[in-house]
């Protein structure tokens, strides 16, 4: 994955960054500006779904706690 070079709490930080940006251009009236807007939302939302999750388990790991605390936690996470 990506994350593993890069760095997992710098792709979170790009999921917030890029949503912002997607965010921002649904005010423009420009169909060019619009659709650039829907294709910032699409990479934020594939971020969204996979760098927090995957900063989650690599801190999971660093501390190195049982398999069960990552369940629970994935659990109340998910709720």
């Known amino acids: 994955m990506v994350f593993c ?7 979170c930080v790009t999921y917030c960054i890029t949503y912002i940006l997607s965010c921002i251009t649904k005010h423009s009236p420009q169909y060019k500006v619009l659709m650039v807007g829907r294709v910032l939302g699409g990479i934020a939302t594939s971020l ?15 501390v ?3 398999l069960c605390c990552i369940k629970l936690l994935s659990c109340h996470v998910y709720l």
């Open 64 to 66: 190195k706690k049982g």
């Open 5 to 11: 070079i890069r760095g997992r709490k710098r792709a």
């Open 48 to 62: 969204l779904f996979s760098s927090f999750e995957s900063w989650l388990v690599a801190e999971h790991n660093k």
